[in-house]
């Protein structure tokens, strides 16, 4: 074993496979023939005497450890190309060969004969390999949860991973879930737990500005209703509950509770102050002074033994107090991290943070969840209520990520839980009527059931579980998840495989003349393809169209009217992000045929005998092809967005969209119509979004396959002669 590998892996290894074959030191000390105190010592990281180590191994391999042989040659690897994993990496076969396999590339192209399109294609396979390589090295991943609000996600997260309070400090079952749960509107920003060194709680805070236009909505709505009496038909604008609570609490004007005549009356402080103000601004300050915003700087709150309190009890109160504004030093947060020790530790090797995004109370296509459904690392576990399952927001968000960015939604990328309450699962009925026997055949019915809906929007394949955070063993849901990321990671490694093996054929055929008479007949077909195929189909819909449907499809007029009061980019409805939606189903759609055309093209190829040589060629080609369509529809997005960010944040017609707010029935068709004026006069901003879209698909789609042409066509000397390949004496 090499005495390079680090002294604290090698002892945390060998104290582990000891605790898993269940024996003591003492008996692994007899087997090493060794004094007990060297292997204490050793487990310790205290002794590096290689000789002594070694015995402990082999100690361990006799007593019947597979994992102590493999330790002692995983430690003997030199590794050249990639660093070094840890021992329990689950993918650390596919690591091992990767770098064996880079060691063999960088061989190949230290030989300057070799030529230069095999060696461009090698070279882009090695940058392939190192990105799959440093995927699998790290074993960090997130878990985030997204559903609509009051649909119990952070409840059944408290059940799922053991965020309890212990039962004899709860009265009732229901009471220990550290985090806040209600019927909706509880938790004010994305929380994110994940392990630490001690039990604490870190907050993100909003920037004073985002505090100041919350405040300034929060003022504008009082005021209407306190001193316009203003109030659309059957709608009202506010600030939503989890702000609303913290503002009075930061302020100290929580509404009081008296009786009148017998009758239970509320009094509210904030309908005093605004009588005592002559304008909306001179209340608005008011308000900011009682915030006190500069003494609100606290960041981190770590939790101290002294209090005597139990650990997830203090983590439960004071997570409690930052989440409605009645932490005194604490601002309010954009996000809250809940640290706690050994967290995760059910998922073995890999670290998991999990994440309780806020949850969708109307517009479900959002830039916060687009952040998620997006990140390689992010397992999306989609919750709803059993009986609703799938539920209106995970179905709207399978939807998006087909339609948007043409991603696959049986890849274990994400998930459905559905919540179901007590005898809901039992009330379930058969196609012969008949209720379910117990709850295992009650979530068969409900699967089925979601099965088919799923099948018939093209979204079949996704995987469902069922938690009921009463009666369900969290453990079995906790397997699933844990089976949802080793999907994803299976996936790279898959790829890294086949990827391996591709160079290993390319380098051993690299001077057979029939496989690279096939390659170059693969090159010639493809240039053939792109010379008939180089057009971007015509625009199907406008980029804004997405946008002005989502506007007219608000739930909450108070949604879009804070939206107008900033510009359109509303953390709960961003214009320009639907914008940038658009643009990118647009693309999708007029590149699906496209796409469709090369993949039967390739296809054929694939098939034939006369290219089996170049098999492994035409499957490169395929990928590449479908990582430069995921690369092509995102940047479109990104372009649709920074096309009209700058133009919408400068129109005054955000300040006619909010006016819109008091003119009677019908405000969100008012604003849509406003905003449909708009984007119609602004043909620059559309030509310019054309013009974009058309050039990213140049040089995202049609480049990197000219290049795959360039890199497998023979190689032409200076006066244009093919030159023959060369075979090394």
């Not at 995987?463 to 080793?486: H, I, K, T, W």
Request: a negative charge; hydrophobic letters at 40%.
């Amino acid at each position: 074993m090499s005495i390079n590998e680090p002294l604290s892996q090698t002892a945390a290894v060998i104290s582990r496979i000891r605790q898993q074959l269940g024996v003591t030191q003492a008996a692994v000390a007899t087997e090493a023939k060794l004094d007990q105190s060297r292997v204490s010592r050793i487990e310790k990281g205290e002794v590096a005497v290689q000789a002594e180590v070694d015995k402990v191994l082999d100690a361990l391999a006799a007593m019947g450890s597979p994992e102590a042989r493999a330790f002692k040659d995983f430690a003997d690897r030199d590794w050249s190309a990639i660093e070094p994993p840890s021992f329990w990496n689950p993918q650390r076969a596919a690591l091992e060969i990767t770098d064996e396999t880079m060691g063999v590339i960088e061989e190949f192209l230290s030989d300057e004969e070799q030529p230069w399109p095999l060696r461009r294609q090698i070279e882009r396979h090695k940058e392939t390999l190192l990105r799959g390589a440093s995927y699998l090295h790290r074993m960090t991943h997130n878990i985030a949860f997204i559903g609509d609000i009051g649909v119990g996600k952070s409840t059944g997260i408290s059940f799922l991973f053991d965020l309890l309070v212990p039962p004899n400090l709860a009265e009732k079952p229901m009471d220990r879930p550290v985090l806040e749960t209600g019927a909706g509107g509880t938790t004010i920003c994305e929380v994110h737990i994940k392990r630490g060194p001690e039990f604490g709680i870190a907050i993100l805070p909003m920037t004073d500005s985002e505090v100041r236009d919350l405040v300034s909505d929060f003022c504008a709505a009082k005021w209407t209703v306190f001193k316009d009496g203003e109030k659309e038909a059957g709608e009202s604008v506010n600030v939503s509950r989890e702000v609303e609570r913290a503002i009075r609490n930061m302020t100290g004007q929580t509404r009081r509770r008296g009786t009148d005549g017998g009758k239970i009356v509320y009094h509210d402080p904030i309908q005093t102050i605004v009588a005592s103000c002559a304008s909306e601004e001179e209340f608005r300050t008011r308000i900011l002074e009682m915030m006190s915003l500069a003494e609100r700087t606290s960041r981190e709150v770590w939790y101290d033994s002294a209090t005597r309190q139990h650990p997830m009890e203090w983590i439960t109160k004071t997570f409690k107090e930052v989440n409605n504004g009645r932490a005194p030093d604490v601002s309010i947060p954009k996000a809250i991290d809940l640290i706690i020790p050994e967290f995760g530790k059910a998922f073995g090797e890999l670290e998991i943070s999990v994440i309780d995004t806020k949850g969708v109370d109307d517009v479900a296509v959002r830039e916060d969840l687009d952040l998620r459904l997006k990140d390689p690392r992010t397992a999306v576990v989609f919750c709803s209520r059993f009986n609703d399952a799938p539920g209106t927001s995970s179905r709207n968000l399978l939807q998006h990520m087909r339609q948007t960015f043409s991603e696959p939604v049986n890849t274990g990328k994400v998930a459905i839980l559905a919540l179901p309450r007590a005898e809901e699962a039992r009330a379930m009925k058969d196609d012969s009527g008949e209720t379910a026997m117990d709850d295992a055949e009650g979530y068969s019915f409900k699967q089925m059931q979601v099965e088919n809906e799923l099948a018939a929007d093209d979204l079949d394949g996704v995987p469902m579980m069922f938690f009921n955070v009463q009666s369900d063993d969290p453990a079995l849901v906790r397997e699933g998840l844990f089976s949802q990321l080793n999907r994803m990671r299976s996936t790279v490694e898959t790829r890294l495989f086949d990827l391996c093996a591709a160079v290993d054929d390319l380098i051993k055929n690299s001077e057979a003349q029939a496989a690279n008479a096939a390659i170059e007949e693969v090159a010639d077909r493809l240039s053939r393809f792109l010379g008939s195929h180089p057009k971007l189909a015509a625009r199907e819909r406008l980029a804004y169209s997405e946008a002005l449907s989502t506007v007219r499809g608000v739930r909450y007029a108070s949604t879009l009217w804070a939206a107008t009061r900033r510009s359109g980019e509303y953390s709960g409805l961003n214009i320009v992000h639907q914008v940038g939606v658009g643009a990118a189903r647009d693309a999708r759609v007029r590149s699906e045929r496209w796409f469709s055309s090369l993949k039967d093209y390739l296809a054929v190829m694939k098939n034939d005998e006369g290219l089996t040589l170049a098999a492994k060629t035409v499957e490169q080609i395929s990928r590449s092809a479908m990582a430069s369509r995921v690369a092509f529809l995102e940047a479109v997005q990104r372009a649709g967005m920074e096309v009209y960010r700058e133009p919408l944040a400068q129109s005054p017609v955000w300040g006619r969209c909010a006016s819109q707010w008091g003119q009677g029935p019908g405000f969100k068709m008012r604003v849509a119509n406003e905003l449909e004026a708009w984007f119609d006069k602004e043909v620059e901003a559309k030509d310019k979004l054309e013009e974009i879209t058309n050039t990213l698909w140049e040089q995202l789609v049609l480049a990197p396959l000219r290049r795959l042409v360039e890199e497998n066509a023979p190689e032409i000397d200076v006066i244009g002669n093919v030159v023959p390949f060369k075979r090394k004496a």
